[in-house]
Structure formats: C-alpha cells, structure tokens
C-alpha cells in the first residue's frame, strides 16, 4: 500500500543552527502526527550532518534537496549520492523546477541521478510538473507525461518501491497560488495511469504522488482528500514547524 508523506523542502534556507532548531522543533511536533503520515524534511547539504543527529531515532526521515549526476572525482563543488547516504539521509529529491529552470537540469541527468542515489540506497521523491505558458496551452498532462516517461521509464518495478513523486506545477510554486484539488487530482490521477502503462496497476497504486506548490495548513485538507494525492511537498509552509505540522495533521 502506498504511504502518506509530507515532506518539506527547506530549499537554500536557514543558517545550520536556525535549520538545526527548526528540525528540533518539527520532531517535537512530530509527535502529534499519525503514525501512517510519514514525515521527511529536506535541507541544504550544509544542515545534513547536524540534523541527522537531531532526527536520529524520532519519526522524521531526512532527504537532501539535490545530488550529482556523477559517481566522484573531479566535480567540483559537487555533491554525490554517496556523500549523502553518508550523512545518514534516507532521500533525495530530484528534478525540482528551480533545478530544471535555473540550473539546466535536464531529463536525461536526472536519469543518471536517479540511478546513482537508488544504487546507493537513497530514496528518491522526483517532481515533475508544468509552467504557467504550458499550462496555458493546455500541454499539462503531456509536459507531465514527458517527464515522468523520460526518467522514470528507464527504472524497473523494484526500484519503482522506493521512488516517489511530487506533481508540482511551477506556476504554484512560492507564488500562493494553489491548484485546486480538482486540477490536481486530475493530474495525478494521469501520473499513475501513466505509471501502470509501463509498470503495472499495482507499482501504480503502490506509488505515492504529493502535490506540492503554496500547499498550506488553509488547503491541504482539501487537497490531500483526493483520491490520487498522497500527501504534500511543502516549501514556504515547512520554514515555520507549526504551520508544517499542521499541514501532516491535515490527513
Ligand atoms: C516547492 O518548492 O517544493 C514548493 C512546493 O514550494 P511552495 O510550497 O513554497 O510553493
């Protein structure tokens, strides 16, 4: 059965000791939170070390926000799969907008560091999801569909176990501008048939698929009600513990 995850991505915020208090507060507030919601936090590669000691033994996971597309050597101000599972991270979110957009992150190295963090035993949370002109044009489920087939299509049915992915419309994205739970859902619902084309009905039930993009305590219970959305990637909304909580307490 797939999992219920809120996962918040701190993005190039917080020195280390004001990402390694907020950690603390959000294992704190932890507590409060379903045990079937599982919470993940992804910070800068900076915070990893700190805050794996800070999440140690509690129920929040730790994921990176990036790794390279190289195995090592010389790369440098790289940071490889390796490196992180050292730090005791389990995840790694992969193909964010902002890495797509502004750091030429393409489909085919995002294949490569697909592989590199499954092969080094970290799980990965891939987002996809369309811009506003495309949205526009009506080219959301392709642009999707793209995406998805492009990296994804390349893994097979047991490393499917321990991907996830974020639907993340980049025209929602820090903007405060949501999509709504029908728009999204529709979407999603797309993704995982587009998922049981190649891998099967169950990989595809068996998948999460978040939504992310200005998801806050105000519209997450909304959003997580549908039937093909299983949980949030939460940017600004993840900066404050509370607000973060919140959104886990909204399932
Ligand atoms: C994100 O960047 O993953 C995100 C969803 O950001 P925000 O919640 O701020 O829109």
Redesign the pocket.
Known sequence: MRKKIVAG?W?MNTTVPEGVELAKAVVAGAANVPADVKLIIATPFTHLCPVAEVVKGSVVALSAENCADKEKGAYTGEVSAAMLASTGCQYT?LG???RRQYYGETDAKLVEKVKLALANGLDVIL?VGENLEEREAGKHFEVCGNQIKNVLYNFTAEEMAHIVI?Y?PVW?????K?ATAEQAEEIHAFIRITIADKFGVQVAEDTSILY?????PSNAKELFAQKDIDG???????LKADDFIAIALSY
């Not at 992310?212 to 806050?216: A, L, P």
């Not at 949030?232 to 909304?237: D, R, V």
């Open positions: 991505n993005k979110i964010h907008s902002e987002c974020a993340e929602a994205i820090g903007t405060g949501t992310g993009g200005s998801c806050k949030g990637l939460i940017g600004g909304a993840a």
